[in-house]
């Protein structure tokens, strides 16, 4: 599967309060550890993987280091990243979370500086990502875009996305839903919905029309599906069948970060392999919650979601 979007490199600094500040009414921390998760685009393209499929990743990083370390991280999880090139002067997304540990099962997250260009791409570099993206896409069973709305999928580029001729066309689409009429597949939350649409959203027949509206509008030719969090999910396809699909049961939700990619993934991975509709969404919910549970992005594996979910059934 070929996965296009905004790629990022999520960074997580712990350290231990000791006391507080004297310059300010904050925690002084002492460092304990720093890691580095790939994000954005690139955390579906982690799941993906970790779930035993094959992942291409299409791109921009800056040439600097934030961008090297995204490469280092994913090449070590066999995501091939030969179409996620390189601009020179430009910043690699960076997404810095300073964390205190504080005795806790997870850390508590206390700021998150951000370093992101929101620059539009050169007119070469746009030229070398699209070349790149048509070579892979006859040979994928599934292009995904990842738009987390930093300035890399203008219209034009999901225009050209579109021609392509990939055989299953999906998006994570986090509020900018015009440009991704005619996909198969269009996922977003409930506020972007409602906030779409104009219109409040509570209740399932709410989330049923929302549904129908949005795949009707988008002239959708697979299915719209709204995230609710712990309601699951709301499904309407392309020939008229509306779904709600529940989430399991999650006693322990401690970051929902990544929750959404991973849906996104699950769902489109799941309809590459020939699962119906129904049974996409339902298992994306239960990956979706099998991340909650931790803190940060985490791609789960086969083993785990096999688990979840004979303890589903059970």
Known sequence: MLVVGDALLDEYVSGRPTRMSREAPVPVLEFESRRHIPGGAANPAVTIARLGSQALLAGVTGDDDAGQQLRESLQAQDIDCAALICEAGRATTLKLRIMAQMGLRYPQQLARIDTLSRAALSQESEDRLLDRVKALADAVDALLVSDYCIGLLTPDLVEEL??????LLAVDAQGELDKYHDFGLVKCNAEEAAGWL????????????????LGH????TGAMVITRGPQGATLATATGEVEHCPAPVVSDVYDVTGAGDTAIAVMTLARAAGADWPTAVSLANVASGLVVQRVGNYAPTAEELRAALAAVEG
């Open 198 to 213: 104009g219109r409040p959203l509570a209740t399932d027949e709410d989330f049923a029309s929302a549904a129908r509206d």
């Open 217 to 220: 509008r988008l002239r959708l």
């Open 162 to 167: 579109r021609s392509a001729g990939a055989s």
